[in-house]
């Protein structure tokens, strides 16, 4: 159990409203890192963060924004939902090795 | 552009048989590789490992076998459970960077 926790864990919102998803870990871990998941696509990149304030886009950051102000939270913000933001998030963490773990995700659906 | 390729969307095995998951690279600077499995409405978990300076890495019913010059790894799960059914995640790392790249998932059904 690496200790990350994801709030909310569903969320229903409708296009054009902001959506701020928090994640949180007790375990101190420098690196933290915001997926989403799709079918055909798998684990793709959003936004990562290598210490707090230190951020950087990966993939498919269009549209997104992150925030870091303590280590222990990663926020992702959609600043206006599209539908084409529905998914699965899930935050992770890089432990001492390089091994990530995963939050327990939450699923958001924009109408 | 993927960097990481599982061609196989789902693969179905009878229980008690060899599971073999595959996944391809591109990128020859990745010197690190994961095997994530996920069940549904929970986040993925880690699995299983391997450095590029191997070729096999066992973990009980779980091997990772690495083909460099082919860049191409694998997964054996032997023998199969019915509780293995789940996506895996094929993933890559360039130790020297931050990211990992992820691969499009095979969905495993292990049949009783």
């Known amino acids: 159990d690496a200790g990350i926790t994801q709030s909310p864990r569903h969320k229903v919102t409708e296009t054009g409203t902001p959506v701020t998803l928090r994640c949180h870990q007790t375990e101190n871990h420098r690196y933290m890192y915001w997926y989403r998941q799709d079918p055909g696509h798998g684990l793709r990149l959003i936004h990562y963060?290598?210490?707090?304030?230190?951020?950087d886009k990966g993939e498919v950051s269009d549209g997104y924004s992150v925030s870091r102000s303590k280590t222990e939270d990663f926020l992702l913000t959609l600043e206006s939902a599209t539908s084409s933001q529905t998914s699965v998030y899930f935050c992770?963490?890089?432990?001492?090795?390089?091994?990530?773990?995963f939050g327990p995700g939450t699923r958001l659906t924009v109408l | 552009d993927q960097q990481v390729k599982q061609n196989s969307p789902s693969l179905s095995v009878q229980e008690g048989r060899i599971s073999i998951l595959n996944c391809d690279y591109t990128n020859s600077m990745f010197d690190y590789f994961l095997w994530y499995k996920k069940y549904p409405a929970e986040g993925p978990t880690f699995l299983i490992s391997i450095s590029s300076i191997k070729d096999k890495n066992e973990d009980g019913r779980f091997t990772v076998f690495l083909n460099k010059s082919a860049k191409h790894l694998s997964l054996h799960i032997v023998p199969s459970q019915p509780g293995d059914s789940a996506v895996y995640f094929c993933a890559a790392i360039n130790t020297g960077g931050f990211k990992t790249i992820f691969g499009a998932g095979t969905r495993l059904f292990v049949k009783a």
């Open positions: 992770a963490i890089r432990g001492t090795t390089d091994t990530q773990y």
């Open positions: 963060s290598y210490g707090v304030k230190d951020t």
